[in-house]
């Protein structure tokens, strides 16, 4: 009965290749997240959806596409992947009428080669 | 821009041995000030939710308190489990909708 679940949990690939990850949160919570944690423990804000609508897309490369088929799931799309996108992205959720702040997934590391 | 700054980068804790975590912040409306843990490998998870200056909350060997400018978290005679990274974060609305902005966090280690 987990939350916000996230799949993969490890991603490894090469250069140039497109990848998905999945995210999906049975809270009934109306926004999703995307954050970005780097080799610095630092998390950002990538994207935020409400209700399926994209509300928040903070400066992140085009390669980056985030999807909602439904409020419940938000799946991140890389194209062409670098690098630098290694990382551990976590999914979160929030219900905007009870602010107590998000509920993560357990992340996804991104390893490209 | 909302700035989160969190002090110390890691603290090392004799189990028993009580301190404090310090985050600063700048924000134009605080909408409200976080605290979270992460353990390795795991996703943030939440601790406390403070909205106003003077605020207190209490969990377990936990405490945060919020002035104007910055929140502690205080550890009241902490143990090897209480070893995480926590994490301060502020929100401010904006546009609709909210969004967190996370300091860099303090790595805790308490030894036996």
């Known amino acids: 009965d987990t939350a916000v679940s996230q799949t993969p949990k490890y991603l490894v690939t090469q250069m140039g290749n497109d990848k998905s990850i999945k995210c999906e949160q049975n809270?009934?919570?109306?926004?999703m997240y995307w954050y970005k944690q780097d080799s610095k423990k630092f998390l950002k804000i990538m994207f935020s959806?409400?209700?399926?609508?994209?509300?928040i897309n903070e400066t992140v490369p085009n390669r980056f596409s985030p999807k909602s088929p439904d409020k419940a799931h938000l799946n991140l799309h890389i194209n062409s992947l670098e690098l630098g996108d290694s990382a551990v992205y976590f999914c979160?959720?929030?219900?905007?009428?009870?602010?107590?702040?998000?509920?993560f997934g357990s992340g996804t590391r991104l390893t490209v080669v | 821009e909302d700035q989160v700054t969190q002090s110390p980068e890691a603290l090392r804790l004799q189990e028993g041995e009580s301190s404090s975590l310090n985050c600063s912040y700048t924000?134009?409306?605080?909408?409200?000030l976080f605290w979270y843990r992460q353990d390795p490998g795991k996703g943030p998870e939440f601790l406390f939710t403070?909205?106003?200056a003077g605020e207190e909350k209490e969990k377990e060997r936990l405490k945060a308190t919020l002035t104007k400018k910055e929140s502690f978290l205080h550890i009241t005679a902490p143990k090897p489990e209480d070893s995480a990274t926590y994490l301060c974060?502020?929100?401010?609305?904006?546009?609709?909708?909210?969004?967190?902005?996370f300091g860099k966090g303090t790595k805790l280690t308490v030894n036996p």
């Open positions: 924000v134009s409306g605080l909408r409200g």
């Open positions: 974060a502020l929100a401010h609305t904006g546009g609709g909708s909210e969004k967190l902005v």
């Open positions: 959806y409400n209700n399926k609508e994209l509300i």
């Open positions: 979160a959720s929030s219900q905007d009428d009870r602010w107590e702040g998000y509920t």
């Open positions: 403070l909205y106003s």
């Open positions: 809270l009934g919570h109306d926004t």
